[in-house]
């Protein structure tokens, strides 16, 4: 297995053996113990010279890449200390340009004259020659083959210049501690070392793209490029796309960057300035302001940030009431807040501007505690109190302190926070502070008295930066690996490999100093953002936030002038006015319990349907009642649901499905047990023979089928021409529960209505009436008959009382409460749930009772009150009746014959009398014969029958 070369590296300050890390190798590695030397005939027959040659290169560049220390030599040293840092960390980090330039001649010539050596000594029979040789044999088949082990990348630091961004004087140093702290782990990049070529680019575009061109033309070939300041990186990300190249920036926080489409290929661990807004954002939501203002300076990274701020309020819905920008004077633009009523303020501008702002916020009064503030947080602690009279700000000191009491800043944190939290390199954010500021002394910085070179605070960034690289060219080689291809496959023109480095740095996420590093789609930096507030002339931290994690740590140390959160909008607050909640709970609970009993009680209706118990009460209107229960309950639950959880614009929706509900679920319970009092008024006042007549289930669905065709047809007219609306009723103005001069209540409350509400509500409570008052008059008249065929007419007639005393109870006191919701919903849930619990109790609880007594079928007493029959007995008992009505027909057919015989017998005794006697006996003889055959035919159905008996009796007699 090929291990890293990192024997030349320093091992890091904090990481010490005793504190996680570990030493990299101090020596050459250890072999197994080595073999017999073997005699001299055998290498020279089994050997040729140039093979010892090739082997003796191969084991030589092997044990010089582990053991042999480099040397490193650089001449150049300015009188600048930052390039005397250069030199120093040079010596320790990476090799020379010097010693890359004749490499290759100083490794042809020390082979050479290892070779040689070997020879003469195995000449000489020396025994270290040989062991010499039995090594460089033993490593042959390791390092036969091998190619380089370094990957190359570009680093571009801004270094010196007149104007701009000089960080690379602090970023740099941070990028090579990153580089040895890399090198020196065994578990990343193995058999591989991770070197750095940078320049200076003085933070000047032109100057930046020679140098990227520079490292891109001249070898090695670079896997990656290293770049700070907006503007050189926005020049080489926008370039390296061609060359297939990732662009990490450790320093640019230009929003312009963020674009993906100009560059498709750029990374970068330094926060955008738009880092800021979903922090913004955050705050907004969790203090309910959903209307602000913004305040702007006119330049180009205010304006880039303001696009994107009202991009994230667009989306989360928050509306931005004005939008005010300036050049240098800001007083017209305060102004124009104070006329648009702006409560809550982004400002974004320097911070000489800054000073002027709140200025003029103190002149309008746009301070205090109806008033929030958004600043950005990378001002100095003192800064509204500062420079005043240079700057010609006519405000005291004392009336910006004033101003400035309360307002809110962000600022993203390039400093991990937790300063005991190992990061992946083994150190703390601490550790990493000290290594660094002991680089900067040796640099000739006065790291003791503060003084700090530039980029300090982006050192982090930096270091972390090279950790990225890092920890994507070892995914990057993993994927490679099976396919069998390497990075140092990579060229410029390979996209193959490039899409996987891209792919791999997207998905980096880690620990670093600078705190969690990980990129977002635009392959910005996702890092926390730090939130402080200014009270009695201090900035206290108020928490952080992560947007990768949506997380926002809230230390809840806020303090607000007035006691209490400003509003973002004045006076009038609009309360819609809900259902309680509790309340709602307890009757949803009820209503879902008495829609499971019903199911059961159908179940049991099924399963018993064979019972007498259940068969004469009528299944399938106890099925529709039942059915109709479940609606009602349903309906119940709508009355409850409001603004709470429906939307306005789909309140018609719930209003229309309240009413549909509500009336066909009291044309299908009430119906049911309407048709059932019919039926037991038919059977006692129609003839007996049609009584007796068993009722078809269809002519039961129809009566109730009828109900709900009226029902359908009045709702269908009122949705279509009239439909019900969502009407909002607005109470009188109500003082706030906490004392506030600039806030008030308004309450509202919904119902619905439509334009004719008064006439339609007319036409189906009559309709409804009448059929409730008919049903009572029915059940009056029939409320102490008893029938056999319907057992359970009584309790019926018992249901329909209490549905007619709560309905024309129930409806008027709502029309009079309708403006108090709980009472309302309350009088109206409780009815309906009363109603169907106590019909469902009426009808049922005696037939669950009879089945539970009587598992099995029972014969019926004489009261005609049996409990049932098991299925034989019922099969058997259909079949007598059938039998019964066939036996009554034939004695009707004998009694008719007989009484044609009886007719003429009379005749013939009258012809008798006559004197024609012989002629009639033999009619009267021929006639009895005719019927005693007719007779006969039918004794196989009456043999065992009183008919059949009386027959003969009167047949023997006559005869």
């Known amino acids: 297995m090929r291990k890293a070369n990192n024997d030349s590296m320093s091992p890091p300050r904090a990481m010490t053996p005793g504190a996680g890390g570990r030493e990299p190798p101090a020596g050459p590695m250890r072999h197994h113990a080595p073999l017999n030397p073997p005699s001299t005939?055998?290498?020279?027959?089994?050997?040729?010279?140039?093979?010892?040659y090739v082997y003796s290169l191969c084991a030589i560049s092997y044990l010089r890449n582990v053991s042999l220390p480099r040397i490193r030599v650089n001449f150049n040293f300015p009188k600048r200390p930052l390039v005397k840092l250069k030199a120093a960390v040079n010596v320790k980090l990476r090799t020379s340009m010097l010693y890359s330039d004749f490499r290759w001649l100083v490794k042809a010539l020390e082979q050479l004259f290892v070779v040689a050596k070997c020879v003469v000594c195995v000449a000489r029979r020396r025994t270290y020659g040989w062991v010499t040789l039995v090594l460089l044999l033993q490593y042959c088949s390791f390092s036969e083959g091998k190619r380089d082990d370094d990957l190359h990348i570009g680093g571009i630091f801004p270094m010196e210049g007149e104007g701009g961004w000089q960080?690379?004087?602090?970023?740099?140093?941070?990028?090579?501690?990153?580089?040895a702290d890399v090198n020196a782990r065994s578990d990343l990049l193995s058999g591989f070392k991770l070197l750095l070529h940078s320049n200076d680019s003085k933070c000047e575009p032109g100057l930046g793209a020679s140098v990227m061109y520079n490292l891109l033309y001249n070898p090695p070939q670079k896997l990656l490029l290293l770049a700070g300041c907006s503007t050189v990186c926005t020049t080489v990300a926008e370039a390296a796309k061609m060359w297939n190249l990732m662009v990490l920036c450790y320093g640019a926080s230009s929003p312009a960057l963020s674009d993906r489409a100009r560059f498709p290929t750029l990374f970068r661990t330094h926060p955008s300035a738009t880092v800021h807004n979903p922090t913004r954002i955050k705050l907004m939501q969790k203090f309910g302001w959903s209307r602000i203002a913004i305040l702007q300076q006119a330049e180009e990274v205010f304006i880039s940030t303001v696009e994107d701020l009202e991009a994230h309020c667009k989306k989360t819905g928050i509306e931005i009431v004005t939008r005010q920008s300036f050049l240098s004077d800001p007083s017209d633009a305060v102004r124009n807040l104070r006329r648009q009523d702006a409560r809550v303020i982004v400002g974004l501008f320097y911070v000489v501007?800054?000073?002027?702002?709140?200025?003029?916020?103190?002149?309008?009064?746009?301070y205090g505690k109806s008033y929030v503030w958004f600043f950005i947080g990378w001002y100095e602690d003192n800064w509204f109190e500062t420079n005043l009279e240079r700057e010609g700000v006519d405000c005291t000191a004392e009336q910006m302190r004033e101003a400035a009491e309360g307002h809110l800043t962000t600022e993203a944190l390039m400093w991990n926070q937790n300063a005991n939290q190992t990061t992946i390199s083994g150190m703390t954010s601490e550790d990493f502070r000290s290594r660094l500021n002991e680089a900067l002394r040796e640099a000739g910085y006065d790291i003791d008295r503060e003084k700090f070179p530039e980029g300090y605070q982006e050192a982090p960034l930096a270091y972390d930066a090279v950790w990225a690289v890092a920890l994507a060219f070892n995914k990057t080689m993993e994927k490679l690996q099976k396919s069998g291809l390497s990075l140092k496959n990579f060229t410029y023109t390979n996209k193959k490999i490039a899409d996987d480095i891209y792919e791999a740095i997207n998905s980096t996420s880690f620990l670093g100093v600078s705190g969690l590093v990980a990129f977002s789609s635009q392959g910005d930096r996702i890092?926390?953002?730090?939130?402080?507030?200014?009270?009695?002339?201090?900035?206290?931290?108020?928490?952080?936030?992560?947007?990768?994690?949506?997380?926002?740590?809230?230390?809840?140390?806020?303090?607000?002038?007035?006691?209490?959160?400003?509003?973002?909008?004045?006076?009038?607050?609009?309360?819609?006015?809900?259902?309680?909640?509790?309340?709602?709970?307890?009757?949803?609970?009820?209503c879902i319990a008495g829609i499971l009993a019903a199911i059961a009680l159908i179940v049991f209706n099924i399963m018993h349907r064979h019972r007498r118990v259940i068969q004469w009460s009528h299944p399938a209107c106890n099925t529709v009642m039942l059915c109709g229960c479940c609606v009602c309950f349903g309906s119940a639950i709508a009355l409850g649901v409001d603004g709470r959880w429906v939307l306005p614009q789909h309140f018609s929706g719930l209003c229309a499905a309240r009413a549909w509900l509500l009336a066909m679920g009291f044309s299908m319970a009430y119906g049911a047990m309407f048709t059932k009092v019919w039926r037991v008024h038919r059977h006692t006042t129609k003839p007996k023979v049609e009584s007796k007549k068993r009722m078809h289930g269809w002519k039961l669905y129809?009566?109730?089928?009828?109900?709900?065709?009226?029902?359908?047809?009045?709702?269908?007219?009122?949705?279509?021409?009239?439909?019900?609306?969502?009407?909002?009723e607005i109470f009188p103005l109500e003082a706030p529960r906490h004392h506030d001069d600039d806030v008030h209540i308004r309450p509202e409350l919904e119902h619905c209505e439509s334009e004719h509400n008064a006439v339609?509500?007319?036409?189906?409570?009559?309709?409804?009436?009448?059929?409730?008052?008919?049903?009572l008059f029915l059940a009056y008249e029939t409320r102490s008959v008893k029938v056999r065929s319907i057992n359970d007419s009584r309790y019926v007639g018992m249901s329909i009382y209490n549905v007619v005393v709560l309905c024309l109870i129930t409806a008027p006191v709502t029309l009079v409460i309708a403006s108090q919701q709980d009472a309302?919903?309350?009088?109206?849930?409780?009815?309906?749930?009363?109603?169907c619990f106590l019909s469902m109790a009426l009808i049922f609880i005696p037939k669950v009772i009879e089945v539970i007594r009587h598992p099995t079928e029972r014969a019926e007493s004489g009261r005609g009150s049996g409990s049932g029959s098991a299925p034989a007995d019922e099969e058997r008992y259909r079949e007598l009746v059938k039998e019964n009505e066939e036996l009554q027909k034939l004695i009707a057919q004998k009694e008719e014959r007989i009484r044609v015989l009886k007719q003429k017998l009379a005749e013939r005794e009258a012809a008798a009398a006559d004197g024609v006697t012989q002629g009639t006996g033999g009619g009267v003889i021929a006639d009895m014969a005719t019927a005693t055959s007719d007779y006969g035919t039918s004794t196989n159905y009456t043999r065992s029958s009183r008919a059949s008996v009386s027959d003969l009796d009167f047949s023997e007699s006559y005869l």
């Open 41 to 52: 005939l055998y290498f020279i027959k089994k050997s040729t010279l140039i093979r010892l």
């Open 167 to 179: 960080g690379g004087q602090a970023c740099k140093p941070a990028a090579e501690l990153a580089l």
């Open 353 to 366: 501007a800054a000073r002027r702002v709140l200025c003029e916020v103190y002149k309008h009064k746009l």
């Open 527 to 590: 890092a926390l953002t730090q939130i402080e507030q200014l009270y009695d002339n201090h900035y206290v931290k108020l928490g952080y936030y992560d947007t990768q994690a949506d997380n926002l740590t809230w230390l809840e140390r806020e303090r607000w002038v007035g006691g209490k959160v400003p509003p973002d909008r004045t006076v009038v607050v609009n309360e819609l006015r809900t259902v309680s909640l509790p309340l709602f709970a307890c009757m949803t609970a009820l």
């Open 702 to 728: 129809t009566m109730v089928g009828g109900l709900l065709i009226v029902d359908v047809a009045i709702l269908t007219a009122w949705q279509i021409r009239d439909p019900l609306q969502r009407r909002v």
């Open 760 to 775: 339609w509500l007319g036409v189906m409570y009559g309709y409804k009436g009448l059929v409730l008052v008919f049903g």
């Open 824 to 835: 309302a919903f309350a009088f109206v849930s409780l009815a309906i749930v009363f109603c």
